[in-house]
């Protein structure tokens, strides 16, 4: 079993969609929890980062945390095609010297 | 955020030549850095954890001899692949920690092709 899973899609949605992403891990230890987006051939850009269970929002963006389920979520608001990208979720342990665990990887596609 | 660079962006070599790549921290600076292996349409693999003044530390699977790291200060990192071959054919990615939080920031990778 991987320590962090996600669903690879694609997942396709219409313009102006609510898109939900979603992440689940295995190892209780992790405490850091971040989305990462990634477009075709560039290096990760940094989306959102969290520290506890709970929301935390940044504009058409919301991070979700539920330590108990061990399940984070990114909730995307008026997607529009710009977004269409690989979003990556990934986490680290406290003193695991900034060692980031990725998810594979989810590929979004919004149609205008 | 920290801004972190990567040279070359892309490389063609031949098989059998050694290519340097390089992650500079631009206006931070990165005691630790990571390399990132990613092929296509996966997820970013971890392969070595970069140290200032010290040796890198490779993650199970990594051949040390084959992937050379340097971290000659406290901006820069540099990935060696020897006597490279098809198969190391990859994107590489590089990462630093930020000054202030708990994350990593990403280099624009470098597209590496052996022929």
């Known amino acids: 079993q991987k320590e962090v899973e996600q669903d690879p899609g694609p997942l396709s949605v219409p313009e102006g969609a609510i898109v939900s992403l979603n992440c689940t891990y295995s190892n209780s230890a992790f405490q850091y929890f971040m989305w990462y987006r990634q477009y075709s051939r560039k290096g990760p850009e940094l989306l959102m980062y969290?520290?506890?269970?709970g929301n935390k929002e940044d504009g058409r963006f919301t991070a979700q945390v539920d330590k108990s389920s061990k399940y984070i979520s990114l909730f995307i608001r008026d997607s529009q095609p710009s977004d269409s990208a690989t979003y990556l979720c990934a986490m680290s342990a406290m003193d695991s010297s900034y060692k980031l665990i990725f998810g594979s990887g989810t590929r979004l596609l919004v149609r205008p | 955020g920290a801004v972190v660079s990567q040279h070359p962006s892309r490389v063609i070599c031949k098989s059998g030549t050694s290519v340097k790549i390089e992650c500079r921290s631009l206006?931070?600076?990165?005691?630790?850095m990571f390399w990132y292996r990613q092929f296509p349409k996966q997820s970013l693999m971890l392969m070595a954890t970069?140290?200032?003044?010290?040796?890198?530390?490779?993650e199970q699977g990594v051949e040390k001899d084959k992937f050379l790291i340097n971290h000659a200060s406290l901006t820069l990192s540099t990935l060696t692949v020897t006597s490279a071959h098809p198969e190391d054919s990859s994107f590489y990615i590089c990462?630093?920690?930020?000054?202030?939080?708990?994350?990593?920031?990403f280099g624009p990778g470098t597209r590496l092709t052996v022929l």
């Open positions: 969290t520290y506890s269970s």
């Open positions: 970069s140290n200032e003044g010290s040796k890198a530390t490779y």
């Open positions: 990462s630093a920690p930020g000054a202030s939080t708990d994350t990593q920031y």
């Open positions: 206006d931070f600076q990165a005691t630790t």
